[in-house]
């Protein structure tokens, strides 16, 4: 198994560019998460999924959207890029609480750097 | 809402020694909570986790962590560190009617030989 896949692995994009992230995970999981990892604040949650086609903003969700179309994609979008949006974005997945063992275990991704200058 | 802090954003460890990583949670429900560890340009992986049951709990490469209501605490041990135990710890909590996972600052470990 792939388990979670996010493309690109690295872009740079200048200020006001519009660029679209994309995490997908062949575990048929129903939960899936973004995040953005920046030194010293650890990751911070910006937007999750509890399942197809629903979105649910997390603790820094300004300046993204999201979009779950089918239940293994999650996209992660910048209409306007800003300096500040420069980090290491982190999509993860995992089963709803129910599901024994695996209950809210995230799976993540490699990880997708983004810098904008 | 959960939060989650973590006391020292850097711990230096002599190989051999003990390792304690300091996690202490905020939930306004019966917490889940998780230790996951980060290696150098990679995502995150899972340790441990406490659901519910035995306070108690052993993760992978010989770490454990005990859970503690009244000091709403999780704290991460390892008795004896190892060069490869060299990486990022991060503590999260997700609360029981909300299923985000909320993940705390880091600690960055470093084993001295």
């Known amino acids: 198994n792939a388990g979670v896949t996010q493309t690109p692995k690295f872009r740079v994009l200048k200020t006001g560019q519009s660029m679209t992230l994309l995490c997908a995970q062949d575990?048929?999981?129903?939960?899936m998460y973004w995040y953005r990892q920046d030194p010293g604040m650890g990751l911070r949650l910006i937007h999750y999924s509890v399942g197809e086609g629903t979105t649910a903003k997390g603790e820094v969700p300004d300046g993204y959207n999201v979009s779950r179309l089918k239940k293994q994609n999650f996209l992660l979008g910048l209409e306007s890029a800003a300096p500040s949006q420069t980090s290491v974005y982190f999509c993860a997945s995992s089963y709803l609480r129910d599901r024994g063992a695996g209950a809210n275990v995230l799976t993540f991704g490699a990880g997708s750097r983004l810098t904008v200058l | 809402a959960q939060s989650v802090t973590q006391l020292g954003s850097h711990v230096s460890v002599s190989e051999g020694a003990l390792v304690l990583l300091r996690c202490n949670y905020s939930?306004?429900?019966?917490?889940?909570l998780f230790w996951y560890v980060q290696y150098p340009n990679q995502g995150l992986q899972l340790l441990l986790k406490?659901?519910?049951?035995?306070?108690l709990v052993k993760g992978i490469n010989g770490f454990e962590a005990e859970f503690k209501k009244s000091e709403t605490s999780f704290h991460l041990t390892k008795p004896s560190a190892h060069m490869s135990d060299a990486a990022e710890y991060f503590c999260a909590v997700s609360g029981a009617l909300h299923d985000k996972v909320i993940f705390g600052p880091g600690t960055s470990l470093s084993v001295i030989p």
């Open positions: 406490y659901t519910t049951g035995a306070t």
């Open positions: 939930s306004s429900v019966p917490p889940y």
């Open positions: 575990m048929n999981h129903e939960y």
